[in-house]
């Protein structure tokens, strides 16, 4: 019964991968898809890559229509710095919980309490608070970023805990945020310390959107791309992972030798898990949902992105 359950979706997986070569053509579409995504998107993407990779594959593609696969602010920024284009989102539900920690209102009242302190933000925000911000950074380029700052007060936003993380490479004051991921933030000492002990030949490499105490632990610590990297290039053979299980396609197709172990079950972003291949072709077909970023809003944000890209 469970083969033939199975037989029947890997059918219709196939009917569905067929469809979208077609419509791909027929729209002139690139399919961008996040490290995060599931395995079925993942294996269709013209690009895999993290939040910034893609926002800057979407600038400089000369497709007509983009289809961001992750969540809603990745089509943001996606949108922001192609705003010529169609950006389409294959479910619009795929929302980020830390994005939505941080609202407009409550950062003006933290700007108004620290005047000469300067705004540097997280990628992973809305399209809103960007255009707030003096400038944005990812987990790759945080410190450098914060290091480059005229000021000697910083207002960080979203994620405490990268925001943890920075503050030990920087003598500026941060004022930080209360925002995490929910995701990352799942990770506990307990976890790994568990896992280290079962597995103790493998290395631990960690996201700082973890908590500060599970950050510590780690062999390697960097963003997503950072830690695809470095596995591929280690040496080692095993690994326990502290970033969210969709990054197990990009490890085990660099590296189809190695052991790639969670450090949990809980590493799954439900959010990301949302776009599925069926509403992938069927945002194509219909040609929503499609991304709006008011154009007034778009152009302050553009500017806090751009600044980030100047950072050497
Ligand atoms: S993994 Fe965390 S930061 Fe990324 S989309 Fe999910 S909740 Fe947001």
Redesign the pocket.
């Given at each position: 019964m469970e083969a033939l359950a199975l037989e029947r979706k890997a059918e219709q997986n196939r009917e569905l991968r067929e469809r979208l070569t077609q419509l791909k053509k027929e729209r002139n579409a690139i399919i961008l898809a996040h490290y995060?995504q599931r395995d079925e998107i993942q294996e269709v993407a013209d690009f895999r890559g993290d939040s910034f990779l893609l926002a800057q594959k979407a600038a400089q593609t000369d497709a007509e229509v983009i289809v961001f696969c992750g969540?809603h602010f990745m089509g943001e920024s996606a949108k922001i710095l192609a705003p010529n284009k169609t950006v389409l989102i294959p479910d619009e539900r795929a929302g980020?919980?830390?994005?939505d920690m941080v609202n407009v209102e409550g950062l003006r009242k933290v700007k108004a309490e620290h005047p000469k302190a300067k705004v540097v933000t997280y990628i992973?925000s809305s399209a809103e608070i960007k255009a707030e911000t003096d400038i944005c950074c990812t987990s790759a380029n945080a410190v450098r970023v914060i290091n480059s700052v005229d000021a000697d007060e910083i207002i960080w936003v979203p994620d405490k805990n990268l925001g943890h993380y920075v503050q030990q490479h920087t003598d500026k004051k941060m004022i930080i945020w209360e925002g995490y991921?929910?995701?990352?933030d799942m990770l506990t000492v307990k976890d790994v310390v568990e896992m280290k002990a079962k597995y103790p030949e493998a290395e631990f490499v960690v996201h700082p959107?973890c908590r500060p105490e599970v950050v510590e632990l780690g062999d390697f610590i960097g963003s997503t791309t950072a830690i695809l990297e470095y596995c591929k290039n280690s040496t080692s053979k095993q690994f326990i992972v502290g970033t969210?299980d969709g990054t197990g396609y990009q490890l085990r197709l660099d590296s189809p030798d190695k052991e790639f172990i969670f450090a949990t079950k809980f590493l799954v972003?439900p959010?990301?898990k949302v776009n599925n291949l069926k509403k992938l072709v069927k945002c194509l077909e219909t040609m929503s949902p499609q991304i709006y970023v008011p154009p007034v809003i778009a152009d302050k944000a553009r500017s806090s992105l751009e600044r980030m890209l100047q950072v050497k």
């Open positions: 995060y969540v980020c919980p830390m994005a992973n991921c929910n995701t990352h959107e969210e972003c959010n990301m």
